[in-house]
Antibody, heavy 114, light 107 residues
Framework: EVQLKESGPGLVQPSQTLSLTCTVS????????VHWVRQPPGKGLEWMGV???????AYNSALKSRLSISRDTSKSQVFLKMNSLQTEDTAIYYC????????WGQGVMVTVSS | DIQMTQSPASLSASLEEIVTITCQAS??????LSWYQQKLGKSPQLLIH???SLADGVPSRFSGSRSGTQYSLKINRLQVEDTGIYYC?????????FGGGTKLELK
């Protein structure tokens, strides 16, 4: 069974760094890409970036200077790190399996507040 | 970046009515278009992929079509459980881009 699960802190202080982990099961990270998508409260979906199956990455140009995505294939985990967080980064953060985003994690709510 | 213009932003329809939501791509994306339904407090769920292919377990009243760079999601005979927010996504190239969403309510 394919599953994705996000984990990380629910509260981050402004200007600090967000670190999230997406742990997957039921498929290999070397066969499928994993994307990060976020959704501010009451707003739409925003694509953040991707870890391709071959190990390279691509990012939303609006976030590129602050965002880094990496992985540990031995642990079936994909990591998101985003620095210089502001209140506008408050959102639910999802990881999802590419290419057609057929499976999603349950999401993790991240609040940026002092 | 490819822009996806989704319409309408909101829609109120009656039970058993036929509903259509559209997404216009800013350039050719072939059939690399998917549709998702999101219910309140839940993750998005795949409905349609490759513009016209029904995802596993999705009721047959949902269908997708394409005309050039315009894509449509049609719901035949709207049911109570179809309320929610619908999004399109182009997965032709990075950056991936979503439509702005359509909030579907029952009249």
């Amino acid at each position: 069974e394919v599953q994705l699960k996000e984990s990380g802190p629910g509260l981050v202080q402004p200007s600090q760094t967000l670190s999230l982990t997406c742990t997957v099961s039921g498929f290999s990270l070397t066969d499928y890409s994993v994307h990060w998508v976020r959704q501010p409260p009451g707003k739409g979906l925003e694509w953040m970036g991707v870890m391709w199956s071959g190990g390279s990455t691509a990012y939303n140009s609006a976030l590129k200077s602050r965002l880094s995505i990496s992985r540990d294939t031995s642990k079936s985990q994909v990591f998101l790190k985003m620095n210089s967080l502001q209140t506008e980064d408050t959102a639910i953060y999802y990881c999802t399996r590419g290419g057609i985003f057929d499976y999603w994690g349950q999401g993790v709510m991240v609040t940026v507040s002092s | 970046d490819i822009q996806m213009t989704q319409s309408p932003a909101s829609l109120s329809a009656s039970l058993e009515e036929i509903v259509t939501i559209t997404c216009q791509a800013s350039q050719d994306i072939g059939n690399y278009l998917s549709w998702y339904q999101q219910k309140l407090g839940k993750s998005p769920q795949l409905l349609i992929h490759s513009a016209t292919s029904l995802a596993d377990g999705v009721p047959s009243r949902f269908s997708g079509s394409r005309s050039g760079t315009q894509y449509s999601l049609k719901i035949n005979r709207l049911q109570v459980e179809d309320t929610g927010i619908y999004y399109c996504l182009q997965h032709y190239s990075a950056p991936r881009t979503f439509g702005g969403g359509t909030k579907l309510e029952l009249k």
